[in-house]
T-cell receptor
């Protein structure tokens, strides 16, 4: 079974500043990687995913993530955050049989 | 685009009562899931189904039951509600995961047991 670690449970950041949300997973031969976003009182929405190919993946709302196989990481980044980015962010890994979710990172954008 | 639809959105139950959370999807997905989300704990898989007539336990199945009589519907039954079942419940669906397919979530059902 996979395990997914999101090292930061809460990340406060000022508006227009850059942000990185970290995600590490246990090693595996082949995995698919995902980031989901959950706005208050809503379900999870797909932000981006990595299946294969280029290790830099671009998603919605200006987010991007980089797959690093040697470090088993899939960190999420945004160069300039907005108030509307305040949400819970979940990293997830699929081994083709199951999905494994991290415990989430709460991003708070401060005006 | 309905996607995954859950009802009810909010519910308060008394200890010992039973209820069913409804879930329907219109994407013709074979796979369906029920998760619960507790603060700081992420998502825990309760039950899942890979097709009509097939269900299997996830990580935290105790106190819950499911059925899958059609491809579209996957209700979650809570028997003898307990305060520990106070949580947010998410239904989800997907195509088979082997090709890196995405899981799609409903809007959630907030359940409080008092």
């Amino acid at each position: 079974a996979q395990s997914v670690t999101q090292l930061d449970s809460q990340v406060p950041v000022f508006e227009e500043a850059p942000v990185e949300l970290r995600c590490n997973y246990s090693s595996s031969v082949s995995v698919y990687l995902f980031w989901y976003v959950q706005y208050p009182n809503q379900g999870l929405q797909l932000l981006l995913k990595y299946l294969s190919g280029s290790t830099l993946v671009k998603g919605i709302n200006g987010f991007e993530a980089e797959f690093n196989k040697s470090q088993t990481s899939f960190h999420l980044r945004k160069p300039s955050v907005h108030i509307s980015d305040t949400a819970e962010y979940f990293c997830a890994v699929s081994d083709g049989n199951q999905f494994y979710f991290g415990t989430g990172t709460s991003l708070t954008v401060i005006p | 685009n309905a996607g995954v639809t859950q009802t009810p959105k909010f519910r308060i139950l008394k200890i010992g009562q039973s209820m069913t959370l409804q879930c329907a999807q219109d994407m013709n997905h074979n796979y369906m899931y029920w998760y619960r989300q507790d603060p700081g704990m992420g998502l825990k898989l309760i039950y899942y189904s890979v097709g009509a007539g097939i269900t299997d336990k996830g990580e935290v199945p105790n106190g819950y039951n499911v059925s899958r009589s059609t491809t579209e519907d996957f209700p979650l039954r809570l028997e003898l509600a307990a305060p520990s079942q106070t949580s947010v419940y998410f239904c989800a669906s997907s195509k088979p995961l082997g090709s890196g397919n995405t899981i799609y979530f409903g809007e959630g059902s907030w359940l409080t047991v008092v």
